[in-house]
Every structure is written in structure tokens, then in C-alpha cells.
């Protein structure tokens, strides 16, 4: 029979056990889905009468195991006698509908038995989780604190957290080193002057940023144009070779149209 406390959880073995009806909320449900209605204040009080007569039931039970039951009996006979006034209730501002309240106390409910019966079927079907039998691996440290005091930890703490910040504010503008096209431009022929044959790799810094790889292309792209050089790429992004065209003369000077 349904009691006060919570037949589903024995803490002691772990089992689970069932009832009947577990509880109020568990009967109301039941009544309303075996005549197919809805979670309504109307179906409440469609089954009002179904659920004092199972209530009648219980007379030979303990009266404290009964008084959940009686609670919800009450509110249900306050539901239906007011489906019977040929009015409708005039309640006032902040007064509570108890058909209202209920009906979404019972869907609340419904959606955590109907949780319970899906871990249920987990559990059933083997899903299980298994805890940790072994001991955690015992790590050794290496960090020898011995003779460290409490005020030694303090002044560590206290240098971390008033270092002196050497970050630049954020008012501070930081321009980007200028790399022109004409300075690129000098770069690649003072190589080539020396050697007519050369790669792109060649004509970049050890550590290129991507101004330097991008104001370098645009200036041989400059020499290319002005039949200057003649460049080869054998490879889907491999290195480009490039090397003097026919036309190539040392002694050019490389007026840019552009100023930079």
C-alpha cells in the first residue's frame, strides 16, 4: 500500500521496489490516461468520483499513510463542485486556480515517471555504471617543500600578484614595420646583379612575416611586368625560380608608378 515516504529508493540494498499506486499524483494519472483524456482542470474533474472510491478503499489503512490521498481528495471535490455552478469562479488577483495548480503538478509528474521508466529499461537491458574498485595510483611528487614556512608562501603569492604589469597600454598604437615595394624591388635586383638565377625563398628574411612574403610577391610581379625576369613554379605551391630576362640590364633604374 502507498505510504509518506518514498517506496522507490532504499539507500541500505540499492533495490526497487513498486506499488500499486506509489502515491496520489500516480493514481490521478492513471485515471485520466485509462479514459484517454488530457491533463486538463475538466479531467480532474471527470475523475473525481474514481478517485474517492478507490479512496474508500484505504479505510482499513493507517490514517497517516491516507492523508497524501486525502489532500488531493479535497482539491479534487473543490474542482469538481465548481465545474457544477452555473457561473464560472470570480477569484481574486493572485488567488490560485487549483485545477490549474494540479493539472500542472500532475504534468510534472508524468514527465518524471516517465523518465523513471526509461532508466528502468536502461538498468534492465544491462546498461549499468561500474565504479572503481582499485585504488587511485599514488603519484610521487617531486616538489620538496620541506623548510618552507607559511610566510615564504605568502611573499611568493605576493610577488606573483603586485609584479610590475609590462604590457603596453592599450592607448599605446603599435604600427607594423614599413616594407615597400620599392625597397623589395632593390632587394631582389641587388641578387640578381649578383647572380642571374635566384628563388623567392631566396628573397625573404629567415623568419618572413606576412608583409614581407606579400611586398616581396607584389614587387617581382613589378619586375615581371617590366620584362625585367622571368620566373618558373614546377610544383603546386613549390618555390618559384626565378631568374634575368634577355632584356636585362644592370644599370636600370626601376621607377615605380605608384609611390611605395
Known sequence: MPSTSNPLIHTTS????????????????????????????????NVTDQYLAYLQS?????????????????????????TLLPRPIIREEG???LGEALARQLRIYKSFKTIGIWLASRESSGYKSYLRLAQPPHIESNLDLSGITLNDLIDSIYSVLVQQDLRTELSTVVSAPKVTIREKISHITRILHESRHSSFRFFL?????????????????????????????????????VETSSSWNENDVFELEFGE
Request: glycine share 2%.
Open 14 to 45: 540499492y533495490e526497487v521496489h513498486t506499488s500499486v499506486y506509489e502515491g496520489p499524483l500516480d493514481l490521478l494519472l492513471h485515471l485520466i490516461e485509462r479514459a484517454e483524456l488530457d491533463i486538463t482542470r475538466l479531467s480532474l474533474a
Open 58 to 82: 484505504l479505510q482499513e489503512t493507517d490514517a497517516e499513510e491516507v492523508s497524501a490521498f486525502l489532500v488531493i481528495a479535497a482539491r479534487l471535490i473543490q474542482i469538481k463542485s465548481e
Open 95 to 97: 488567488e490560485e486556480d
Open 205 to 241: 628574411p629567415d623568419q618572413p612575416s606576412r608583409l614581407d612574403i606579400v611586398v616581396t610577391f607584389l614587387a617581382m610581379l613589378e619586375l615581371i611586368k617590366r620584362a625585367a625576369i622571368s620566373v618558373r613554379q614546377d610544383l603546386l605551391f613549390g618555390d618559384i625560380e
